[in-house]
Each structure stands twice: as structure tokens, then as C-alpha cells.
């Protein structure tokens, strides 16, 4: 046996001649293999830039002083090139990729797919680590994605922060200059909690989602009316459909349908008139026709026709009138007729009026000296 069993290094034999030179080829090849560093990779042909104790891992198909040599690694050295093959297990730095690996099953691949499980007390991506934040990144963009169902996974992919007790705090805290300006999370509580600051030291709940029903808390006049859903014109908010649910946007007769007529105790809406132009509303929420006095005076118009009488019955309506109330009736000042003025002036008229039904007021008017003909305006009074 003149070679070792694992990297080939030359052995001496017994008796042999110039031990020295087998030595050194032993002691070179060492040299290029301890700690290896492969400059390149993949290269077919010696780099004319290559300098002593490089080491390339050649390409295929590989030419000139590499020929016949391909995946094997080339160690440039005093003498020349000498080359070693890979065993599994041996670790090397690929200084083109930046990356350490390991060959394995005739394949260099990247060392931390052989690490396995690591456990650190602490973990910096290109920054340190201190007490407080065990795990530290400092990069411009940080990716987690799910392994896929064909690899094994499931698709899904979860970011878990736990903590020790409801009242401690797991959270996601958005900084700025290092000072907290926005926490999402459960902040002293189960509550999830978006809050804010201006300055890191004092926070403001904009919502809090409660644990036990879902309920959402804002923090006060936080909405403002531009943020609500639009509303077609001459619309309230309310709700007129039976039982609890949604608000609703009421058109203003719904909104009148909701609201209490004013009694003589509480406030609320006027009650319809039911027509007319000479009732008024008492103040029990009544319409009712005007009391006596100089204040309640109505006018009607009554016509005698067309062919001269003494007297005639009449009816005409007035809203609210009611039965049992007294009709006190007297002729107007100022009373158009088909008569001439003189005639007028020496016709006097009485007149026995009284509530005949509901909203029904009957009258008889008789002239004197009579007779007459055509309107005759009246004034009249209920009490």
C-alpha cells in the first residue's frame, strides 16, 4: 500500500530512495486540502490568473493541464498542478460564492442544509444581539414563506408571539428611530389593542377588539362624518324595522311615524289638523274650533239666490266643530249682494245657528224688512 486510504497522500515505503521527495508531495497536498478554499469553480481550463496554493474544482469537460480531471480539485502548487478527489464528509469555502459547504453523495452543497436542529442562546443576521433581543436582523426586507404541500408542508405559514400571562404583552412594535410610534397586539391584556404615539412614552388606543364578544371600541371622535357610508338626501339615521339590527336611513315620514304626539305633559310632534283653515290646537293636543271673543271669529259666505226671500236654511262645514257646542252668528259689515246699496243698508238680518253634527254647522237667516237675493257674508263665533 503506497497511498492513504482517505485523500491518497503518498506513502513511504520501506527502503525507499529519496524519502524526502514522497514526503513533501504528501506534506503539499495537506497543505491544499487542510481548510480548503476553492477559489472557482466549474472552470474547464487552468485560469491564467491562478497563483500558487490556489485551488479550483474542475469543470466538465475539462482540457489542458485538467484534462481527464473533471470534479476533482486542483491544487496549484510548486511543482505544478497536483489533484485530490473530494471524500464524502470534507468541508470547504467557495470564496466565488461566498459560501461554505460540505460534499456529500458526489455533491458539494451548502453546509446549513447539514446542520439540522440548532439550539443558540442568541442569533445575529448581520448585527449583534444583546439581553433583550435574543434574535436580531438587520436587513432590508425579512421573508417567511410556507413549505409547500409538495414538499412535505401543508401551505400555511404562522408568525406565533406568546406570552407568560394575560397580564404581560405580546405584541408587534413599529418603531421609528428606535422609539415606538404604533403596537399592535395584546398590550396588558387579551384585548387586542392598535395603538399610537408621538413619541414612544405616551401611547393612544385608536381600537381595541374585545376577547370575549368581538365587540370594537373606538377611541373617541375618531370618525367623522366623511367616513361613514353615504346617504341618499333629506335622510336620518334610525331604525323603524322591528327588532334590534342595523341602523337604518329613514325618509322623514318614517321618522315623524316613530316620534309621539305632544300632550299636555310631554313634548312631541303636532297631530294632523284634519283640514280647514279656523281651528286651532289646544293645549292638550286637540284641534278644536276658536272659543268666542273678537279672537275666534270665522266667516262663511251664505246664498239667498237668484229669486228675493225673507229667510233660508243653511248649512256649511267648519273642522271641529262639535255637537253641544253654541254658534253665536251676526252679519258681516261689509256684505256683498245683487241689491243697491241703499237696499242693503235697510235690510237687517238675524240668525239662529247652531252645531247640527260633527264639522256640520246649520243656520237660519231671515231678513228684515226683506226680501233678498244673492251672497251675504257672515260672521260666527263656537263656544
Do not use: C
Not at 478527489?85 to 461554505?100: C, D, T
Amino acid at each position: 500500500m503506497d497511498q492513504t486510504g482517505r485523500l491518497d497522500l503518498p506513502l513511504i515505503l520501506p527502503s525507499q530512495a529519496q524519502k524526502h521527495v514522497t514526503h513533501n508531495e504528501a506534506l503539499t497536498l495537506l497543505d491544499g486540502l487542510i481548510h480548503l478554499v476553492i477559489k472557482s469553480s466549474g472552470d474547464l481550463a487552468p485560469p491564467v490568473s491562478a497563483v500558487t496554493d490556489d485551488a479550483f474544482l474542475v469543470g466538465s469537460p475539462a482540457s489542458g493541464a485538467w484534462l481527464g480531471q473533471e470534479g476533482r480539485i486542483a491544487l496549484n502548487t510548486d511543482a505544478g498542478w497536483r489533484f485530490a478527489a473530494a471524500v464524502p464528509g470534507m468541508i470547504a469555502f467557495f470564496a466565488s460564492e461566498n459560501e461554505l459547504r460540505m460534499f456529500d453523495d458526489g455533491t458539494w452543497t451548502a453546509a446549513g442544509e447539514f446542520l439540522g436542529s440548532i439550539e443558540a442562546a442568541t442569533l445575529g443576521v448581520n448585527t449583534t444581539t444583546d439581553v433583550a433581543n435574543r434574535l436580531a436582523v438587520r436587513s432590508n426586507a425579512a421573508l417567511f414563506t410556507a413549505i409547500l404541500s409538495a414538499d412535505g408542508g401543508n401551505g400555511d405559514m404562522q408568525i406565533k408571539v406568546n406570552k407568560e400571562a394575560a397580564a404581560d404583552t405580546a405584541s408587534v412594535l413599529l418603531q421609528s428611530a428606535f422609539s415606538g410610534r404604533a403596537e399592535i397586539g395584546l398590550s396588558g391584556n387579551d384585548n387586542l389593542a392598535i395603538k399610537v404615539s408621538p413619541d414612544g412614552t405616551v401611547w393612544h388606543n385608536a381600537i381595541v377588539i374585545d376577547n370575549a364578544d368581538g365587540l370594537v371600541s373606538l377611541s373617541d371622535n375618531s370618525v367623522g362624518n366623511a367616513a361613514l357610508a353615504d346617504m341618499l338626501s333629506a335622510r336620518i339615521k334610525g331604525r323603524i324595522s322591528a327588532g334590534s339590527g342595523n341602523p337604518e336611513d329613514l325618509t322623514a315620514a318614517q321618522l315623524t311615524s316613530l316620534a309621539d304626539l305632544f300632550t299636555s305633559t310631554l313634548k312631541g310632534l303636532v297631530p294632523a289638523s284634519g283640514g280647514g283653515s279656523s281651528s286651532y290646537l289646544r293645549a292638550d293636543g286637540v284641534w278644536a274650533a276658536p272659543p268666542g271673543g273678537s279672537g275666534g271669529v270665522s266667516q262663511t259666505d251664505v246664498d239667498f239666490g237668484a229669486i228675493p226671500v225673507f229667510a233660508k236654511t243653511f248649512s256649511f262645514a267648519h273642522a271641529g266643530a262639535a255637537p253641544g257646542q253654541k254658534v253665536l252668528m251676526s252679519a258681516s259689515a261689509d256684505m256683498p249682494g245683487g241689491l243697491s246699496v241703499d237696499e242693503l243698508e235697510m235690510d237687517a238680518f238675524t240668525a239662529s245657528a247652531f252645531v247640527s253634527s260633527a264639522g256640520t254647522i246649520m243656520a237660519v237667516i231671515t231678513a228684515f224688512p226683506g226680501p233678498v237675493t244673492g251672497l251675504r257674508n257672515f260672521n260666527y263665533t263656537l263656544s
